[in-house]
């Protein structure tokens, strides 16, 4: 369903459970991302109505991810430690030139968050069914459901904006480039490294 050419290895989970502190924290910076990426929407494509829409419903589901995990960090006993870089999102950003029209702009923002997205979702599901810890498990299964939704609008909406044809062209490069970028990764108990 997400059409990623390259899952993820499922030993990625063994990392994750030697250090659940490392994943929840990178987890909620995740989220925090998100939410900015939403916002970051809004304000470079104001004239897009049905885009501003949902990306200030976005806006609040993902503030609200970033509490649920804020919220298990400190549960548990932890604080919140300190953002680092994302080597995946790093690396998946540096596909598409940079610069051409505004709607191409917008059309390559759109696929990398909704391939972030389905990432973050294939990740979320592999936590849910090989985690030890139920608690998390469950609180993966139902973040997962969400993740599905956003990889769909978000593509969704770069299909809406651009050639449909074209779209779903640099959807399937931008798909092969990231089964590249995953073969050097899941050797880190964060969501995409």
């Known amino acids: 369903m997400l059409g990623l050419k390259l899952p ?9 459970e030697k250090n659940i502190e490392e994943i929840l924290t ?7 991302k998100a939410t900015s990426t939403a916002i970051s929407l809004i304000v470079s494509f104001p004239e897009y109505t049905d885009l501003v829409k949902e990306m200030t419903a976005l806006v609040k589901e993902e503030i609200s991810h970033f509490k649920m995990v804020h919220d298990k960090i400190i ?14 999102v790093i690396a998946l950003h540096k596909f598409f030139p940079k610069g051409g029209s505004r709607t191409t702009q917008l059309v390559h923002r759109l696929l990398y968050a ?12 592999l936590l ?12 993966y299964r139902n973040l997962m459901v969400s993740e ?9 909406f770069a299909r809406q904006y ?22 050097d990764l899941s050797k880190k108990e964060t969501v995409h490294g």
């Open 8 to 16: 993820t290895d499922p030993r990625w989970v063994n990392i994750v």
């Open 26 to 32: 990178d987890h909620a910076y995740c989220e925090q």
């Open 75 to 88: 549960e548990r006993g932890w604080v919140l430690g300190r953002d680092r870089k994302d080597d995946y």
């Open 114 to 125: 909704a391939l972030i997205e389905a990432r973050s979702c294939e990740r979320f599901r």
């Open 128 to 139: 849910s069914e090989e985690l030890k810890d139920q608690e998390l498990a469950n609180f």
């Open 148 to 156: 599905a939704n956003h990889y769909t609008m978000f593509l969704g």
């Open 162 to 183: 651009g050639n449909r044809e074209e779209v779903d062209k640099k959807w399937q490069a931008l798909l092969d480039y990231e089964a590249d970028i995953m073969k």
